[in-house]
C-alpha cells in the first residue's frame, strides 16, 4: 500500500512538473515576447533552465536585475496566477547611477503597468547595492534567480553583498539559481573608459561556486544546458562580440553569428 501510495505521489508530482513546463514553453513563445526575444530561446533554453531550478508556478520568485526584461517576460505569466513574481530592479532613489539604470527602470515599470494581463501581480524591489542592498523580508522567498549578472558584480566588488541578500531573503531550503559566461575572467586591451568594456563578462566556474558558498549556499547541481564548446572565449570584446550584442557589428559577423551565445555555466545552489 505504501509503495503504492509513493507511486502516485510521484505520479502526480510528475504531472504538476509537466504543467509547469508547457506553461513556460507558452509563455516562451507567446507574442508579448519579441521576434527578437524569441529567437533567443534557442541558446538561453528557457524550459530547461527553469525546470533544473525547480520552478513551480506557485512559489514566489525574485529575478536581480532582469534588464532588459527576457526572462521576467516568461516568470511572470507563468506565476501570475498561483504565485508571485518579484523584479529587484534598479533603485532610482539612489543617485550617480549611469543614466540607463533609470531609463531600465522606468521602462519595466510602465511595461508592467500595461501588460497586467502578462505581468498580472508582479512586484519590484528597489536594488542597487552597494547603497539599496535588501531583496525584501528574510526567509520570505522560495527562488532567487541572476541570469548573466555575477561579472558585473564582481568587477564592482558586491558579488558578495548580493549573494548575501539572496541568501536572506530565501527560505530555508529556497534555491539560487545562476546562469553566467564561463570562462577565464580577464581585462580587454584597449577598449577606452567604459568600464563595462573593460572584462571579458566571462567568468570561472569556480569563482562563482565559491562566491555563494562563502555566503551559506551549498552547490546542488550544475548543468550544462546553457553549454556552447564553440565559444572560444578569447574575443576582441569578450562576451559581447558574440550575438546578441555582436560590438564589432559587421567585423567577422558571420564567424560570430556561427559561434552563437556564449558559453555558459548553470548553477543550483539551496539555502540550508
Not at 4 to 17: F, M, R
Not at 147 to 166: E, L, P
Request: glycine share 8%; charged share 20%.
Amino acid at each position: 500500500m505504501a509503495a503504492c501510495s509513493n507511486q502516485i505521489t510521484g505520479s502526480d508530482a510528475a504531472g504538476k512538473a509537466a504543467l509547469v513546463d508547457a506553461k513556460i514553453a507558452a509563455a516562451a513563445n507567446g507574442d508579448h515576447r519579441s521576434e527578437k526575444n524569441r529567437a533567443r530561446n534557442a541558446y538561453r533554453h528557457p524550459v530547461q533552465t527553469l525546470a533544473f531550478f525547480g520552478l513551480r508556478d506557485d512559489m514566489t520568485v525574485i529575478e536581480i536585475s532582469p534588464g532588459g526584461l527576457w526572462y521576467s517576460e516568461i516568470l511572470a505569466p507563468v506565476l501570475k496566477d498561483n504565485g508571485q513574481f518579484i523584479a529587484a530592479g534598479y533603485d532610482v532613489a539612489v543617485p550617480g547611477q549611469p543614466a540607463y539604470r533609470y531609463k531600465q527602470t522606468e521602462a519595466m515599470l510602465q511595461r508592467f503597468a500595461n501588460e497586467p494581463e502578462h505581468f498580472g501581480n508582479a512586484r519590484v524591489v528597489p536594488f542597487s547595492p552597494p547603497l539599496s542592498g535588501s531583496l525584501g523580508l528574510d526567509a520570505s522567498a522560495d527562488m532567487v534567480l541572476t541570469f548573466r549578472n555575477s561579472h558585473g558584480w564582481m568587477r564592482d566588488g558586491i558579488a558578495g553583498q548580493v549573494y548575501r541578500a539572496a541568501f536572506d531573503v530565501l527560505k530555508p531550503g529556497g534555491v539560487f539559481g545562476v546562469v553566467q559566461h564561463r570562462g577565464e575572467n580577464r581585462w580587454l586591451a584597449n577598449t577606452g573608459s567604459d568600464s563595462d568594456r573593460k572584462i571579458s563578462g566571462y567568468l570561472p566556474q569556480s569563482a562563482v561556486i565559491a562566491a555563494a558558498e562563502s555566503v551559506g549556499f551549498v552547490l546542488e547541481a550544475t548543468s550544462e544546458i546553457n553549454a556552447n564548446p564553440k565559444d572560444s572565449k578569447d574575443h576582441p570584446s569578450g562576451v559581447w562580440t558574440l550575438p546578441p550584442s555582436l560590438r564589432l557589428k559587421e567585423v567577422d559577423k558571420e564567424k560570430y553569428l556561427a559561434i552563437g551565445e556564449s558559453d555558459r555555466m548553470t548553477l543550483r545552489f539551496r539555502k540550508p
